[in-house]
């Protein structure tokens, strides 16, 4: 069985930062990408950052230059660093990571999500 399991979330002032952390567990062959998601009230989950097993990056638009993700494949784990944080960043944030059973055979799997709430 995996787990994606979450952490670092939680209340900060607009302009500050937080750092997220996902880390991958159980019995499986290899890792592909890891994404990081959100879901704000009443809006439909979207793609915040992504990267892929060679450490390739790609951001939402709102995200970037304030969002940074990266892995460290020895600990299975994924962070996201996020600064000059806003209001409009408010959202569950969900982790998802590619996971391979074997060389050929991928799942994806998702975190139980944690909340980032920002105050003005």
């Known amino acids: 069985q995996v787990q994606l399991v979450e952490s670092g979330g939680g209340l900060v002032q607009a302009g500050g930062s937080l750092r997220l952390s996902c880390v991958a567990s159980?019995?499986?062959?290899?890792?592909?990408?890891m994404s990081w998601y959100r879901q704000a009230p009443g809006k439909q989950r979207e793609l915040v950052a992504r990267?892929?097993?060679?450490?390739?990056?790609n951001y939402a638009d709102s995200v970037k230059g304030r969002f940074t993700i990266s892995r460290d494949n020895a600990k299975n784990t994924v962070h996201l660093q996020m600064n000059s944080l806003k209001v409009e960043d408010i959202a569950v944030y969900y982790c998802?990571?590619?996971?391979?059973?074997?060389?050929?055979?991928?799942?994806?799997?998702w975190g139980q999500g944690t909340q980032v709430t920002v105050s003005s």
């Open positions: 998802k990571a590619e996971i391979f059973r074997r060389w050929d055979l991928s799942v994806d799997y």
């Open positions: 159980g019995s499986f062959f290899s890792i592909g990408a």
């Open positions: 990267i892929n097993s060679g450490g390739s990056t």
